[in-house]
């Protein structure tokens, strides 16, 4: 087939686009950007959705936790000793890769105390606001802006807010 030079050039944008198309295709099937209940392969949901980039962490008055390139800032209002960035690291991959056992609406924690959780994610405008309730049998994690009610074993909550940070 003989293709004058502007023709071969029309057919390369084309494919090009063709190709650009097919693969923003792709990403959307594999990584799904909304906001519905992601479930694990066991039915256990995530905290933090799986692939998102966790940009900042603020547990309400006590420490803000923020990303700066590849390692990791805390911050804190009280006076605080360095924190081995190696703790810090730790403990924001358990926050990434922790999940839990969905619970049914209308959970009653009347008398306990909360602890309040915000998360800025890459490329998401909304602050996820978590509500952890550390209770003996349980820690029971309320995510306010999914509206869901997620239980994890209690020895959860020691590695995701551990002691060294936690002072």
Do not use: C
């Not at 909360?114 to 309320?142: F, M, S, W």
């Amino acid at each position: 087939m003989k293709l004058s030079r502007p023709a071969w050039n029309n057919v390369i944008i084309i494919s090009a686009v063709v190709m650009i198309l097919l693969l923003n295709l792709m990403n959307y099937r594999l990584f799904p950007d909304n906001n519905d209940r992601i479930l694990n392969t066991d039915g256990e949901q995530f905290i933090v959705l799986p692939h998102a980039v966790i940009l900042t962490l603020e547990v309400r008055d006590n420490f803000i936790i923020e990303r700066t390139g590849l390692s990791w800032r805390i911050t804190k209002s009280q006076g605080l000793a360095e924190i081995n960035k190696q703790a810090i690291g730790q403990m924001m991959l358990v926050w990434q890769q922790s999940t839990g056992l969905l619970q049914a609406e209308g959970i009653d924690v009347s008398g306990q105390k909360g602890i309040e959780v915000l998360i800025n994610l890459a490329g998401k405008v909304e602050t996820q606001e978590l509500i952890l309730y550390p209770l003996v049998d349980q820690l029971l994690i309320h995510d306010k802006t999914l509206n869901l009610w997620v239980a994890m074993p209690p020895e959860r909550y020691k590695q995701l807010i551990p002691m060294e940070v936690n002072k």
